[in-house]
């Protein structure tokens, strides 16, 4: 991989950030992924006393439906808990298959559990920062949410199970999320610099399309 694909991936990748500090807040929601890290993060910050409970929601989604039968919340749970979190301080949604079902399903469940917190400490991916923003605010806007992820660097992001080759791929397939998705209303608009857009366009044309959710001409 060159040092201009490498270029315009860390383009992407800064700009699905959106940097916002932390304040301690009711809860903590960490959104299943494929990443175990999400988890390791949910579970500090709450031993640092940012929320007194945690929730992990998520089943199987497109990213872990071929690789696990177990569902990433579940797995996210038992992560917490080997990391010294009590369990009757978490709550599990293990329904959802993506971003907005992972908020919607945590609302109903909450309303079916009689708890209603008012802020909430979001905890994705880095590099779903944005979209997990976006998302919250149009299905839930009447919550106060805050988004962070594991603090790694775009270098150091990489593990032999998550190659860069699939974290550009991912990037690349969030960024058309976020150009597309307000319109389906699935999400609150988000602008997207001219230079993330020639950066996401150059990816595309370098063959980074596995996770578009359909074919691009951009």
């Known amino acids: 991989m060159d040092n201009s694909t490498l270029a315009h991936a860390r383009i992407?990748?800064?700009?699905?950030?959106?940097?916002?500090?932390?304040?301690?807040?009711?809860?903590?929601?960490?959104?299943?992924?494929?990443?175990?890290?999400?988890?390791?993060?949910?579970?500090?910050?709450y031993l640092d006393k940012w929320a007194p409970k945690i929730i992990?929601?998520?089943?199987?989604?497109?990213?872990?439906?071929?690789?696990?039968?177990?569902?990433?919340?579940?797995q996210f749970a038992a992560v917490a808990v080997a990391a010294g979190v009590p369990v009757t301080d978490i709550i599990v949604e293990n329904r959802s298959t993506n971003t907005g079902e992972n908020i919607a399903f945590t609302r109903e469940l909450l309303v079916s559990l009689n708890l209603s917190p008012q802020s909430f400490l979001v905890v994705q991916k880095p590099y779903m920062e944005r979209r997990s923003f976006a998302t919250f605010q149009k299905v839930?806007?009447?919550?106060?949410?805050?988004?962070?992820?594991?603090?790694?660097?775009?270098?150091?992001?990489?593990?032999?199970?998550?190659?860069?080759?699939?974290?550009?791929?991912i990037?690349?397939?969030?960024?058309?999320?976020i150009i597309d998705y307000p319109a389906l209303g699935y999400q609150i608009y988000q602008h997207v610099p001219p230079r993330v857009m020639k950066a996401y366009e150059q990816l595309i044309e370098l063959g980074y399309t596995e996770q578009l959710a359909y074919n691009s001409n951009r």
């Open 56 to 74: 992990f929601s998520g089943g199987l989604g497109r990213l872990t439906s071929d690789i696990w039968t177990i569902s990433e919340a579940d």
């Open 171 to 177: 990037m690349v397939g969030d960024l058309q999320r």
């Open 140 to 169: 839930w806007p009447e919550k106060d949410v805050i988004v962070t992820s594991p603090q790694i660097s775009f270098d150091n992001y990489p593990t032999p199970e998550i190659s860069m080759k699939s974290v550009i791929n």
């Open 12 to 45: 992407l990748w800064d700009y699905h950030h959106v940097n916002l500090p932390l304040r301690v807040s009711d809860c903590i929601l960490a959104l299943g992924s494929h990443d175990l890290r999400v988890a390791e993060r949910a579970a500090q910050l």
